[in-house]
């Protein structure tokens, strides 16, 4: 069964420090793997995509890591702002003619002043 | 250029009676798809639909949901004779083709059963 694994649960931390959220994965065959951002009560917005291929990408203060070896990958929050406060989704596509994903839980992020 | 459009935002139906819901997806987009989200959980693939056809329904209960997407108007989620269970955020998410990795969002409609 395809499952997506997110850690922490939840996680505070100060306004301007660095955060890094993890993601495992058994979806396969694999396809590609997103994290998205959902704000409460909002849809999720995409903030980054990577094929088997890539191992980094970067999206302004975020940059996302993963290594296909050991499906697993990483996000990382540089320079943290309170309006990062929010939920984040990892999300693996499965390599069918069609995409369906498969969704972790998110890690809850709450960004104080 | 407008984004994924839902509506109603939120919908409060007693058990039993008929809930409707409505997807505008992207200008351009033809690919539709439905998932919900229950307290506490992520996002569970519900329906992929394209334009009148339905193409793939494996995360649809077999009871009481339905779904379409006509030649015109928006995809609509249906869902009969509803219960306290059904009571979720449901998002719709469209892209351009199926090979467009990118699926945008919705704001969800958020059904409550009471």
């Known amino acids: 069964k395809n499952q997506v694994e997110q850690s922490p649960q939840s996680l505070i931390i100060l306004e301007g420090k660095n955060c890094t959220l993890q993601?495992?994965?058994?979806?396969?065959?694999?396809?590609?793997l997103r994290w998205y951002k959902q704000d409460t009560g909002r849809g999720p917005v995409s903030l980054t995509i990577?094929?088997?291929?890539?191992n980094t990408k970067s999206n302004g203060r975020y940059t996302a890591t993963l290594d296909a070896d050991t499906k697993q990958s990483s996000l990382h929050i540089t320079a943290s702002q309170l309006s990062d406060s929010a939920s984040y989704i990892c999300v693996v596509t499965e390599e069918s003619g069609y995409s369906t994903l498969t969704f972790g839980k998110g890690t809850m992020l709450l960004v104080s002043p | 250029n407008a984004g994924v459009m839902q509506n109603p935002r939120h919908l409060v139906r007693r058990r039993g009676q008929e809930a409707r819901l409505r997807c505008s997806p992207m200008?351009?987009?033809?690919?539709v798809y439905w998932y919900r989200q229950l307290p506490e959980e992520g996002l569970k693939f519900m329906v992929y639909l394209q334009k009148e056809n339905i193409i793939d329904e494996s995360g649809m209960p077999k009871e009481r949901f339905s779904a379409e997407f006509p030649k015109e108007g928006p995809s609509i989620l249906r869902i009969q004779q509803v219960v306290r269970g059904d009571s979720a955020a449901y998002f719709c998410?469209?892209?351009?083709?199926?090979?467009?990795?990118?699926?945008?969002f919705g704001p969800g409609t958020r059904l409550t059963v009471t």
């Open positions: 200008k351009g987009h033809s690919h």
């Open positions: 990577m094929t088997f291929s890539e």
């Open positions: 998410a469209s892209s351009r083709t199926v090979d467009h990795y990118e699926q945008y």
């Open positions: 993601c495992n994965y058994t979806v396969s065959p694999f396809s590609n």
